[in-house]
């Protein structure tokens, strides 16, 4: 007996195959583009848009190159590679390209305003005067200042409680191959004395501001530090409260001649712990404790491996012991020292000595910063210093 044969329309076979299930005439006519449908071949890409550069961050670094600048642009195709950007005909290095933001280390370049030039996908996107260049100063002072408190646990020689005080000062500086320890204890070697001299001139950078803010690090706390055309410097006076031990604090944001827009010094200066001095007797107050000092005075302070400076100053006046009148200073000695809890002063420091003349005595727990002027690599020399005061009478 002959089977009769099945006929299946050639369409539903592909059909059949290709998706392994029977299709009505009708499910296969929806699947299959009708005749007169044009198909779509055209795979080519649309052209971008122009390439434009709406952003640069920050639009200032050293010199010297190395400063991490983040452009915005767009529309941008590829990763990095397909990226080149110039400062000034030079090219940067491309770190990343995310979005629209282009990640560049800027090369060394030549001091004041550059051009930037952006290249991506045969566009290309110049922008004048859009980069500024200040002249490296690396291992330079770019600021000097102090962020002080001083103890006084004693009496003077009237017999009379002196009030503890404090104060900030910064000063910005044109760079200077100087320090804090060098400009006021006039010795930047530790275990060293000087008398009677005095720092190498600094010149002072006048940003045309009123005032300036110093913002604790991890805290909400600011302090604004106001002009003084006078001492060329900014300058608060603080309360007991002001001085945190171990806190840090940042400068800025600020724009001022010299220096550029929104500029933020970060860790400007840290403050050191405070401590104690039990020799001499600084906090006398009664006659029979009055510390007579011999030339050779023999400091000693509390110190710590957890509490430690970065070192000890001493800054010490003698005065002479006149029958009328104000006494006069006749030596200043200071001092740069290790913070190891003792140190003695060599009798040889002293141009005389009067018997009976006050001298006055400062030893100082010095924190030094580690902040750096971010467009040019200055060094910050504000420090932060606990000092302890009080005086005592020269031996006879």
Not at 6 to 32: H, Y
Not at 354 to 376: F, K, S, Y
Request: net charge negative.
């Amino acid at each position: 007996m002959v089977k009769p044969s099945l006929q299946i329309p050639s369409i539903a076979v592909v059909m059949l195959i290709t998706t392994g299930c029977w299709l009505s005439t009708e499910e296969v006519s929806e699947k299959l583009p009708l005749p007169d449908e044009p198909v779509d071949t055209d795979t080519s890409t649309p052209p971008l848009d122009p390439l434009e550069v709406s952003d640069i961050d920050p639009e200032w670094g050293s010199t010297l190159g190395g400063s991490e600048v983040i452009i915005t642009a767009g529309p941008l195709a590829g990763s990095a590679p397909d990226v080149d950007v110039r400062f000034g005909g030079v090219a940067a290095t491309v770190t990343s390209v995310v979005g629209d933001e282009i990640t560049v280390i800027t090369p060394a370049g030549n001091e004041g305003w550059t051009d930037l030039r952006v290249e991506n996908a045969g566009r290309i996107e110049t922008t004048s005067s859009a980069f500024r260049y200040y002249a490296d100063a690396t291992g330079k002072a770019g600021a000097i200042g102090s962020y002080s408190w001083t103890e006084y646990p004693g009496f003077d020689l009237n017999f009379s409680p002196i009030d503890d005080r404090g104060s900030v000062w910064v000063m910005p500086i044109v760079p200077l191959d100087t320090t804090y320890a060098v400009q006021v204890f006039h010795t930047g070697t530790m275990d060293t004395c000087k008398s009677n001299e005095s720092g190498s001139t600094v010149t002072p950078l006048n940003l045309q501001l009123s005032s300036v803010d110093l913002l604790r690090s991890g805290s909400d706390d600011s302090l604004s530090l106001l002009y003084r055309p006078d001492d060329e410097r900014f300058q608060a006076s603080l309360s007991s409260g002001d001085f945190i031990d171990g806190a840090s604090y940042d400068l800025g944001p600020l724009s001022g001649d010299g220096w550029p827009a929104d500029l933020t010094i970060e860790n400007i200066v840290e403050l050191p712990s405070a401590f104690t001095v039990s020799t001499p007797n600084l906090g006398w107050s009664s006659v029979g404790d009055i510390p007579v000092m011999s030339q050779n005075i023999q400091f000693q302070w509390s110190t710590s491996e957890s509490t430690k400076g970065d070192w000890i100053g001493l800054w010490i006046e003698r005065y002479d012991d006149p029958f009328f009148g104000t006494p006069e200073v006749q030596d200043i000695v200071t001092c740069v020292v290790e913070d190891d809890g003792s140190f003695q002063l060599s009798s040889a420091v002293w141009s005389g000595w009067n018997g009976g003349g006050q001298i006055w005595m400062h030893v100082v727990r010095v924190r030094e910063p580690v902040g750096t002027l971010p467009h040019n690599n200055a060094l910050s020399q504000v420090v932060g210093a606990y000092w302890i005061g009080g005086v005592g009478i020269q031996t006879f």
